[in-house]
């Protein structure tokens, strides 16, 4: 069947024959891997956006020259849907979505979306494909929008056309264990100046060797460390960074452009401050770090991010150390945070922060 809404951006809907969800187990989802009915498809044609379309999910047909596959012109965006406990679906801060993905297509030379368009086609494609959120614990329906350059053009220049796309995947936990992150000085993420700050394809492309090293030592993530003092904490490339060393909850601040604003981090900034817990948003040393757990002060280290929501670090390796930190029950500050956002992504608290959005 196709429904057209006839709005600035018009959506073409053309339902899904037959859904697919009998056939898959919510409570072994494994991240990233299953995906529902119907994606979100539209062109950047003519300085403006069109083709905006709702189909069955399927490959995206380019041409070998398609610019994004060369050139890296391509951003996303990572967000969640929910399921309130009483059954509604709904959005966590799509407008914050919105507001970062713009920023990183400015930052890489391409069009915006507008906001009737993006908040159209998310609402219309979850609406479609609502059955697919998880009602299990931890479970949630992650939505990924990007964005890509599909001249097909052999020459360095800003793409004129673009492809913005949206799929959802019914998801449960990002690390089913604490993660292990390793800290070096020899490759680095992010540089000021660079792309560190927006959710550039990119920068995820640049981590993948030195990752891949860690892991075959036995870690999961890299913890990545700048450029300029070859000694800072920046963030894990998943998800920012926290600590508690005593009393005070740190995380590292985003002004110098090398670390993702996330909203996951901005959120637990917000709950932490409005809840009386002893917060400061600075810098971090190696040094500091080492000392810090050498003398039993440091109580939690997590990170946060739309995939991982809350995610606990288990032991930091630096060199040829490991640092393990506290148990995980023993720790006052992620536990909370991650029971906080749980109760408001579920309608189990009131959502004072205006932060939930009814689909
Ligand atoms: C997210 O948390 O949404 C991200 O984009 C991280 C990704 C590597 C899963």
Known sequence: MTLTINRTYPIDITKAAVSHISSVNFDELQFGKVFTDH????????GKWTNCAIKPLAKIELHPATSALHYGQAVFEGMKAFKTTDGRPMLFRPDANLARLNESCVRMAMPEIPEELFMDALHSLVRLDQDWIPDTEDGSLY??????ATDDFVGIKPS???????????VARYYAKPVRVYMQQEFIRAFPGGTGG??????????????M?????GFDQMLWIDGVTHNRLQEIGTMNVFVQIDDTVITIPTTEGTILKGITR???????????????????TIEELIDAHRSGRLHDAFGTGTAATVAPIGVIGYKDQEYTLPPVE????????????????????PDTYGWMQEI
């Not at 004129?160 to 019914?170: Q, S």
């Not at 927006?198 to 990752?211: E, F, I």
């Not at 709950?271 to 971090?284: H, P, S, T, W």
């Open 266 to 284: 901005d959120s637990c900034l917000q709950l932490l401050r409005d809840n009386g817990f002893k917060v400061e948003e600075r810098d971090v």
């Open 143 to 148: 939505i990924r929008p990007f964005v890509f």
């Open 330 to 349: 023993d720790r006052k500050v992620s536990n909370w945070l991650k029971k906080e956002l749980w109760s408001l992504r579920k309608g189990l608290r």
């Open 160 to 170: 004129d056309t673009f492809k913005f796309v949206i799929f959802c995947c019914p």
């Open 198 to 211: 927006v959710k550039a394809a990119g920068n995820y492309g640049a981590t993948m060797m030195p990752l």
């Open 39 to 46: 994606m979100f498809e539209a062109d950047y044609l003519d």
């Open 213 to 217: 090293h860690a892991r075959k030592m």
